[in-house]
């Protein structure tokens, strides 16, 4: 534990190398989140000539510990025993913490979910050192190795560059769904390492003593997304939605006012207090566009707003707007997009065989419909 | 039996009222009241709901700030809250998330005992989620962030924490630290009693040399990090093209001239 003490200064802040990446898991598989950070890791490690180092916590660790260096890392280190079964703070910021003490890595990057958030604010008040949340960007300055963590402020306007100087390790959680997910290479040169870990009884008191699964709707990582809002008037007008989102293959978002009157799940939800999405197109179906929904949605590619009021915030942010009821809108654009698909299946299969995989391109689509 | 608990709170300013300038994408906080931050109502409505259930619960309110913060935690004592501190000192200013913990922790110690302590998720200011869990550490206690539910029973606290995978049910023996998430619960609105008397008795003024850090450990100097440099986050110039009801076939065609709708060829 830290006591009442000051942020140190380490004096030899040269013996700081390498980066180090917490690869958080669940049920002996590296979470996505874990896995975004290893390119970013290691284009930072290699270009100042040091290894991305993968740390990882479980029952065992064999199989993460491959998946690791096969997903990049240079090194890897992974813990076992049945007590890091499930995250808990006090074992795995007490473990983390020492292999800190061990390794002496120049930065520490921790996936900004929220057990990862849990155990980083611990981690750097025990290393005594500065965290940077939720960074976007990450680079290094190969001049003094120094971290350049950016993160986005005040409503996601501003991006700000965050820096620790003069305490190590450098430590920054990176935001879900930002940094790609690298290949995984079968045929990847790593070290690695499997320890036993002992737990002191101590730290296991908390005890987790109900876990419930959720379903999760992961729009992150969605290409198109249909979102409704108050606007829809009922909890039945999401139906519409979902035809419109099946009909071009999207995932269903929501704002969050729909959510908090129980229209639909809040796994859907759209914004500062749901997800945040980057999808390719997003359809804002009456949805007036409060400055938290924004916040969640505007770095779309391609924004579509289908709204009664001309003066709809969202219609600022938006590529096309279509200022008229969704109830009348949304029947139309669907009618038109299978119009449309109905004329794409028509050419391909008049025309011959080297234009077949158009067609069947769309049917594959179809079948990859996301789970509603 | 009654427990004793400690929430830590910030005054930040609205969010909605909070303007985007649209020039330059900053946030004008000018314009903008001061209130509670948002999830720190959420930690005192889950005191004062365990101080419901428990009685003899005694709550106090403490928070870091200018001496304008006043105003939030008399708003905290009109809905139920017994005991107020403001920590300020122009020593604080522009400490980041480590001294902001540090000072928080070294004023709980001060106050002494105590079974559980309450923060917001995070500020809507500079959302970051580590003072809560920062604290934690420096006072070597358990910890349950990002909770929607909890409370005590058997001489044990319970705490439901929402993952994004899951929903985890946490039990702890106190003394321990949770964080609870916005919109957790309905925040109780202020009472005329519950003001008046909280006019009465008033807030307590506590200062650097109150809790024994050195002037180094706190505020700008005491902060590992600094911040470099700010850019507005470039944004796409978006077009704002309208179309009709009735062209529907026209904005489909041009949605798929320009590759924003492939039918999944590409």
């Not at chain 1, 813990?79 to 520490?108: C, G, V």
Request: charged fraction near 30%; hydrophobic fraction near 35%.
């Amino acid at each position: 534990m830290a006591g009442l003490i000051n942020a140190e200064k380490p004096s030899n802040i040269d013996d700081y190398k390498n980066v180090m990446v917490f690869l958080e898991a669940r049920d002996g598989k590296i979470k996505k989140p874990g896995l975004e950070m290893i390119s970013v890791g290691a284009s930072m490690a290699h270009k100042v000539n040091e290894m991305l180092i993968g740390i990882t916590f479980g029952e065992s660790v064999g199989s993460m510990v491959k998946e690791a260096g096969e997903y990049g890392c240079d090194r890897v280190i992974g813990y076992e025993s049945p007590d890091l079964k499930d995250f808990r703070t006090l074992p795995y910021a007490t473990l983390l913490s020492d292999l800190i003490l061990e390794l002496k890595p120049n930065i520490l990057l921790i996936p900004a979910t929220r057990n990862g958030r849990d155990l980083a604010s611990r981690i750097a008040v025990r290393s005594r050192t500065g965290v940077t949340a939720d960074c976007t960007e990450l680079d290094i300055d190969p001049n003094g190795r120094i971290l350049q963590a950016r993160r986005p402020t005040y409503g996601e306007s501003t991006l700000a560059e965050i820096l620790c100087k003069s305490h190590r390790p450098q430590m920054a959680t990176a935001r879900p769904g930002i940094f790609p997910v690298p290949e995984r290479k079968k045929d990847a040169k790593y070290e690695s390492e499997a320890r036993k870990a002992k737990i002191k009884k101590e730290f296991m008191k908390k005890e987790i003593v109900d876990f419930k699964p959720k379903t999760t709707v992961d729009l992150t990582s969605a290409k198109y997304i249909v979102s409704g809002g108050l606007g829809l008037g009922k909890a039945s007008g999401f139906k519409l939605i979902q035809e419109l989102a099946d009909e071009i293959g999207a995932y269903v978002g929501a704002s969050r006012p729909t959510v908090d009157l129980g229209w639909i799940g809040k796994d859907h939800q759209v914004g500062q207090t749901g997800q945040s999405v980057r999808p390719k197109v997003y359809i804002a179906c009456g949805i007036s566009g409060k400055a938290q929904h924004l916040m969640g949605m505007k770095l779309s590619e391609n924004i579509i707003s289908i709204n009664t009021d001309p003066d709809a915030e969202i219609n600022s942010i938006s590529d096309y707007i279509i200022n008229a009821d969704l109830y009348e809108v949304l029947p139309k654009l669907v009618e038109a997009i299978r119009k449309k698909k109905s004329e794409f299946e028509m050419q391909s299969s008049n025309k011959k065989a080297e234009e077949k995989p158009v067609k069947e391109n769309i049917e594959e689509k179809k079948e990859k419909k996301p789970p509603q | 039996m009654g427990l004793e608990i400690i929430v830590m709170i910030k005054q930040v300013p609205d969010s909605s009222e909070v303007v985007i300038d649209p020039v330059t994408f900053t946030l004008n906080r000018g314009a903008a009241r001061n209130v509670i931050n948002p999830a720190d109502e959420n930690a005192i409505e889950q005191a004062l709901l365990i101080k419901d259930k428990n009685p003899g619960t005694n709550i106090t309110v403490i928070t870091m700030g200018p001496p304008f913060a006043e105003t939030a935690l008399l708003d905290c004592m009109s809905r139920g809250v017994d005991r107020a501190i403001l920590v300020t000192d122009r020593a604080f200013a522009g400490a980041d998330t480590y001294p902001t913990g540090l000072t928080l922790a070294a004023t709980i110690t001060k106050i002494g005992k105590f079974d559980i302590i309450y923060a917001g998720e995070e500020s809507t200011d500079s959302s970051t989620g580590h003072v809560g869990p920062g604290v934690a550490e420096f006072l070597g206690i358990e910890q349950a962030s990002y909770t929607s539910n909890s409370w005590a029973e058997d001489g044990y606290v319970f705490a439901e924490r929402q993952l994004e995978d899951g929903v985890e049910t946490i039990k702890m023996e106190p003394p321990c630290l949770i964080t609870v998430l916005t919109n957790a619960n309905m925040p109780r609105e202020a009472t005329l009693r519950k003001k008046i008397d909280a006019m009465k008795k008033g807030i307590e003024t506590w200062t650097l040399a109150n809790i024994d850090l050195q002037p180094d450990w706190v505020g700008l100097k005491g902060s590992p990090t600094v911040v470099k440099s700010m850019r507005t986050i470039n944004e796409k110039k978006r077009e704002g093209k309208k179309f009709n009801v009735d062209e529907m076939d026209k904005f489909v065609d041009e949605l798929v001239e320009k590759g924003i709708l492939t039918f999944g060829v590409d």
